[in-house]
C-alpha cells in the first residue's frame, strides 16, 4: 500500500492558472543589465518525451557580469510566455524533467502524441532590471500517459465515500480530456483506488506509483480522515491533493461565518432563516479552507453580484473560486444576492461541489413556493366612481387582504383591465413597498392613460375594471375572485382663454367685463392685478354665456368651480398653469424708475390694470450727472425668495437696447421683459431719455405697462 503523507498541492484550477510565472506579453526593463547566450541544447534541436521522471534535458547558458541572477523561460508560438523557473543560487544550468517538459508542451498547443515546436530563453535578473537572452527553437514530441482516457472515472474502497459498494463509488467531475477531480471524504489508514466502472465486475483500474499515475489497483491512503480535493491528470500521468479541512455559510454584512454540514459525495448543507433583505444585509457567499488558505467559493465578479437572480435556478448560482479577505472593504466580493422575496423566510442551502451537475453551483431551497391568490379586495368600492384631477399629488388608493400561505414573501400588482371578464389588459400598477405591500397609490396622470387605453373618450366617463396579481418568486396567480368596476371621470380640457371675475377682483362680478389672463405658453396664463379682501374671485374661460368655473384651493391647486377669498389686499403676480392645475402667486411690494448713473429709484403709484404710473420732478441740484448719461431701467420689487431672495428687475426685450441708441419713435423700444438682475449697471438692457439735457429740475411722466390683454411696454415722457 501507498501512503500519500505531506503532499497536498492546490489543484490547477484553484490558483494561479497552471504555472506560477506565467506570464503574457512581457515587458523588459534591461537597462544595465546583459543578456546571456545560450549554449545547449542546441537551436532546432528535437526530443522525442517519455514518461519517466529519470530522462531529463540540460539547459545551459553563458554566465554575465556577477551579481545576477537566472529564469529560464518557454514561449509559445505567439511569443507569449508560458512558464519560468529559476535554477539554485547564480548557477547557469538546470536540469529539466520530461514530464514537466510534456506539460510545458500542452501549455504550447501540442497535443497528446504529436510534435510541435515553442522557444526558450533565458532571463538575467538584476534587482528589479531583466534582459531576456535571444531565442531557441525546441521542437518537442509529446507523449500521453495512457492509450485511452475512460469516460468517467470513480473513488473506490474502503477509504472512500461510498466504501467498498461498486454502485456507491463517488464520481470524478470530467474536466478536460484525460483530466479529472472530486471533492471526496477519505478515512485515514484505509485504502482507497480510482476505476472507470461503478457497476460489479470491475473495469480498469488506477493507482499511483513514484509520483505517477498507474493502470493497477494498488490501494492509497491517507493519514488525516477528512475532505479533499484530488485531481487525476491521466494525460501527464499526475496527480493532486488538496485538504479542504472546512467550509462555512459567510454573511458579508456581518462578518460571521457558520460551519456547514457535510452531506456526502461533494456536498454540504445549512439551514437559516433570512432577516429583513435590503440592498445592504442580502449578500452571501462561502468559504472554505483549501489547504492552509481561505477561498471565497462565490460567484465569478470580483465586486459580488449587483442584482439578485430573477429565478431560483441557472448559471446565476454557479460556484468558483477566488481570494478571500477580511478587510471590512473587500469581505463582500464574490458574494451572491437573495431575491427580496425571500425576506423573513426558512431557507436550505446546499453546496454542490460535485459531479452531478454540469458546473459547481449551490442551491437556494425556499421550500413552499405556492402562490395563494388574493381573495378579497378593500378599496375602492365595487362601482367606485373617481373624477380625475390635474393637481400635483393627486392620487386614489387600491387595497386588499394580503395572501395566505407560509411561503416566501409574495408581490404584488394591480391588473387593469376594459373588460369586466378580465380578458383585455390594459395597465398595471405594482403594490407600494416595492411590491410587498397590499395596498398601492395610483396617481390620477396614471389613471388617466389608463381610461384612455380603455377608449374613455377625452373628458368623458367611463368603466375599468382592476384585479391583483400575486407573485411568488417566478410564478404568478390573479386574484380568485371577479375583477372589480371603477367608474373614471377623465382629466378636463384646458381652456384656450381665460378671465379672472368676481367682486374681489379689479373688474368686479359683472361677467362681460371679465380681464383676461395674458396666455404665455399652452395652458398657462398670467396676470398682474389688485384683489380685495372681503369678496371672492374666480377664473372663466368666457365672457359670454355658462363658461366653465375654476377657483385655487389654500394650497394653490386649481380646480373645477368655486370662488377664493383673498387673504390680503394686494397687487399679485397671478400664473396659472392648466398641465399641471398648480397655481402660483406673488405679491408685488413696489415698482419704481431706475435712474443708472444716479443709481436712485423713483416709485410709481400703481393705477389699475397692471398699470404703474407717475409724474416725477428731479430737483434742481437733486442729480450729479455732469457726464450727461441719460440710462434708466425699472425694478419690481415682490415677496418672493427666487434668485437668492433678490428683487426682479424688469428689462428690454432681448436683444437689449445698447446705451448708444435713443428712441426712434418705433414703440418696440419700450417693450419690458422680465428678468433677475441686482447689479447696477447693464448696458445691453436699458433705456435711454430722448432728447436728454441732464436730470436735474426736470419732469418726467413714467408709465410701467403690464396689462394682459397688451404687450408688456412702458413710456417715458420729459414735460
Avoid at 83 to 100: G, K, Q
Avoid at 224 to 231: A, Q, S
Amino acid at each position: 500500500m501507498k501512503t500519500i503523507v505531506n503532499k497536498w498541492i492546490i489543484a490547477l484550477w484553484l490558483i494561479v492558472p497552471a504555472f506560477a510565472g506565467c506570464k503574457d506579453d512581457m515587458a523588459y526593463d534591461n537597462d544595465g543589465v546583459t543578456a546571456t547566450t545560450l549554449v545547449a541544447p542546441d537551436n532546432n534541436a528535437a526530443v522525442e518525451l517519455y514518461n519517466l521522471e529519470s530522462a531529463t534535458i540540460d539547459f545551459e547558458w553563458n554566465s554575465t557580469v556577477g551579481g545576477v541572477y537566472y529564469q529560464l523561460a518557454f514561449y509559445g508560438s505567439d511569443g507569449k510566455e508560458l512558464y519560468r523557473v529559476a535554477p539554485e543560487e547564480r548557477t547557469t544550468t538546470i536540469s529539466m524533467t520530461h514530464p514537466m517538459l510534456n506539460e510545458i508542451a500542452h501549455l504550447a498547443g501540442i497535443a497528446p502524441r504529436t510534435t510541435g515546436s515553442l522557444q526558450w530563453g533565458v532571463i538575467t535578473v538584476k534587482g528589479m532590471l531583466e534582459t531576456v537572452s535571444e531565442k531557441w527553437t525546441l521542437t518537442l514530441s509529446s507523449y500521453t500517459a495512457f492509450d485511452d482516457f475512460p469516460v468517467s472515472l470513480y473513488v473506490t474502497g474502503p477509504g472512500s465515500e461510498g466504501g467498498t459498494e461498486a454502485t456507491a463509488a463517488a464520481p470524478f467531475r470530467v474536466t478536460g480530456e484525460g483530466t479529472y477531480e472530486i471533492y471526496t471524504y477519505l478515512k485515514a489508514n484505509e485504502g482507497f483506488y480510482f476505476t472507470n466502472k461503478n457497476t460489479p465486475g470491475g473495469g480498469r483500474a488506477f493507482t499511483v506509483r513514484d509520483d505517477f499515475v498507474v493502470e493497477g489497483n494498488e490501494a492509497l491512503m491517507v493519514d488525516t480522515e477528512g475532505m479533499y480535493l484530488i485531481t487525476l491528470n491521466l494525460v501527464t500521468a499526475k496527480m493532486t491533493y488538496t485538504a479542504i479541512s472546512n467550509v462555512r455559510y459567510f454573511v458579508p454584512n456581518t462578518n460571521t461565518s457558520t460551519p456547514m454540514t457535510y452531506k456526502g459525495y461533494g456536498k454540504w448543507g445549512h439551514s437559516v432563516t433570512l432577516g429583513n433583505l435590503t440592498s445592504s444585509n442580502n449578500q452571501y457567499k462561502f468559504v472554505a479552507r483549501v489547504g492552509t488558505t481561505d477561498r471565497s467559493w462565490g460567484c465569478n465578479t470580483q465586486n459580488g453580484q449587483a442584482n439578485p437572480p430573477q429565478i431560483l435556478e441557472g448559471d446565476y448560482f454557479y460556484i468558483y473560486q477566488n481570494t478571500h479577505s477580511t478587510s471590512s472593504s473587500q469581505r463582500a466580493r464574490y458574494s451572491f444576492r437573495y431575491m427580496l422575496e425571500l425576506s423573513n423566510q426558512p431557507v436550505t442551502l446546499t453546496l454542490d461541489m460535485s459531479a452531478d451537475s454540469d458546473h459547481y453551483t449551490h442551491v437556494v431551497d425556499a421550500g413552499d413556493l405556492t402562490v395563494y391568490p388574493v381573495n378579497n379586495f378593500i378599496a375602492p368600492a365595487e362601482g367606485a366612481t373617481v373624477a380625475l384631477s390635474k393637481v400635483s399629488g393627486s392620487s386614489l388608493k387600491f387595497e386588499w387582504t394580503p395572501s395566505s400561505g407560509t411561503g416566501p414573501t409574495p408581490k404584488y400588482n394591480v391588473i387593469f383591465y376594459s373588460d369586466d371578464a378580465g380578458a383585455n389588459e390594459i395597465g398595471s400598477a405594482a403594490a407600494d413597498d416595492n411590491s410587498y405591500a397590499s395596498s398601492v397609490t395610483v396617481l390620477h396622470s396614471t389613471l388617466e392613460t389608463i381610461a384612455a387605453a380603455a377608449n374613455i373618450p377625452a373628458e368623458g366617463t367611463g368603466d375599468i375594471w382592476w384585479s391583483v396579481q400575486t407573485t411568488v418568486l417566478n410564478t404568478s396567480e390573479i386574484a380568485s375572485i371577479p375583477p372589480r368596476k371603477l367608474t373614471i371621470t377623465r382629466f378636463p380640457g384646458i381652456p384656450a382663454e381665460v378671465y379672472i371675475s368676481g367682486a374681489a377682483s379689479e373688474a368686479g362680478a359683472t361677467l362681460a367685463n371679465a380681464i383676461p389672463l395674458k396666455k404665455i405658453a399652452d395652458g398657462e396664463f398670467e396676470i398682474y392685478t389688485r384683489l380685495t379682501t372681503g369678496n371672492t374671485y374666480y377664473f372663466v374661460n368666457a365672457k359670454t354665456g355658462a363658461p366653465r368655473q375654476f377657483s385655487v384651493t389654500s394650497a394653490n391647486a386649481i380646480i373645477e368651480g368655486g370662488s377664493t377669498t383673498p387673504t390680503e389686499t394686494a397687487i399679485y403676480k397671478i400664473t396659472l398653469n392648466f398641465n399641471t392645475d398648480v397655481a402660483t402667486f406673488k405679491k408685488i411690494t413696489s415698482v419704481t424708475w431706475h435712474i443708472m448713473w444716479w443709481n436712485q429709484e423713483k416709485a410709481l403709484d400703481y393705477q389699475g390694470l397692471g398699470v404703474w404710473k407717475k409724474t416725477i420732478t428731479i430737483g434742481a441740484n437733486e442729480c450729479n450727472d455732469g457726464n450727461g448719461d441719460n440710462r434708466y431701467k425699472f425694478r419690481m420689487q415682490d415677496n418672493s425668495t427666487e434668485n437668492s431672495g433678490r428683487s426682479q428687475w424688469v428689462w428690454a426685450n432681448p436683444p437689449g437696447q445698447t446705451h448708444d441708441n435713443e428712441p426712434t419713435g418705433d414703440p418696440s423700444y419700450y417693450y419690458i421683459k422680465q428678468e433677475y438682475r441686482s447689479d447696477q449697471w447693464r448696458d445691453g438692457y436699458v433705456w435711454k431719455v430722448a432728447g436728454h439735457s441732464g436730470w436735474n429740475g426736470n419732469t418726467y411722466v413714467v408709465t410701467f405697462s403690464l396689462k394682459s390683454d397688451e404687450t408688456y411696454t412702458h413710456m417715458v415722457t420729459r414735460q
